[in-house]
T-cell receptor
Framework: GQQVMQIPQYQHVQEGEDFTTYCNSS?????IQWYKQRPGGHPVFLIQ?????EVKKQKRLTFQFGEAKKNSSLHITATQTTDVGTYFC??????FGTGTRLTIIP | ETGVTQTPRHLVMGMTNKKSLKCEQH?????MYWYKQSAKKPLELMFV???????ENNSVPSRFSPECPNSSHLFLHLHTLQPEDSALYLC????????????FGQGTRLTVV
């Protein structure tokens, strides 16, 4: 079955530094979704990418979908303490990746 | 408020107990999901119901038994659980066929003693 892996598993950054998490699928995806889970909370939808090579931005967040539609990335510019949480990608049938846990050092 | 409500929020049960987790969605979605979240395996998909039919069962032990009586309600019946089953159980719903995003409930924190 489909496997979705994310790297890194953990990331600690100084406030103001950039952060990137990568998502890789064993199979080609029709779309990919990104979610954020704050500590003690539940996953919340951020965005969906559908087209090969698609790039979408939400303020300081930039999402990319690979040309082969098997990988994706989320980049956060100039992190803030509000960015703390675990970021998940999700592929077909809402199968989630392993997640990247982001902590911010003030 | 996400439109997906889970009860109870916290549950402590013994290994010989039988309990049920409940999930209700008010979004008019046609698919519902159970996920298990633990330190070892974040967001592990357990069961999927689409149009009230179970379409996914990811090698989950038989001590977990799902039930979907209608498109708005989903249950997870628990019996003779093990301590390693302690985790956060999350319910989600989505609209199938529209590449719909998932809306999650707040989760039930389960502790098996």
């Amino acid at each position: 079955g489909q496997q979705v892996m994310q790297i890194p598993q953990y990331q600690h950054v100084q406030e103001g530094e950039d952060f990137t998490t990568y998502c890789n699928s064993s199979t080609t995806l029709s779309n990919i979704q990104w979610y954020k889970q704050r500590p003690g909370g539940h996953p919340v939808f951020l965005i969906q990418l559908v087209k090969s090579g698609e790039v979408k931005k939400q303020k300081r967040l930039t999402f990319q979908f690979g040309e082969a539609k098997k990988n994706s990335s989320l980049h956060i510019t100039a992190t803030q303490t509000t960015d703390v949480g675990t970021y998940f990608c999700a592929g077909e049938k809402l199968t989630f990746g392993t997640g990247t846990r982001l902590t911010i050092i003030p | 408020e996400t439109g997906v409500t889970q009860t109870p929020r916290h549950l402590v049960m013994g290994m010989t107990n039988k309990k049920s987790l409940k999930c209700e969605q008010h979004l008019g979605h046609n698919a519902m999901y159970w996920y298990k979240q633990s330190a070892k395996k974040p967001l592990e998909l357990m069961f999927v119901y689409s149009l009230e039919e179970r379409v996914e069962n990811n090698s989950v032990p038989s001590r977990f038994s799902p039930e979907c009586p209608n498109s708005s309600h989903l249950f997870l019946h628990l019996h003779t659980l093990q301590p390693e089953d302690s985790a956060l159980y999350l319910c989600a719903s989505s609209q199938v066929g529209d590449r719909g995003r998932a809306f999650f409930g707040q989760g039930t924190r389960l502790t098996v003693v």
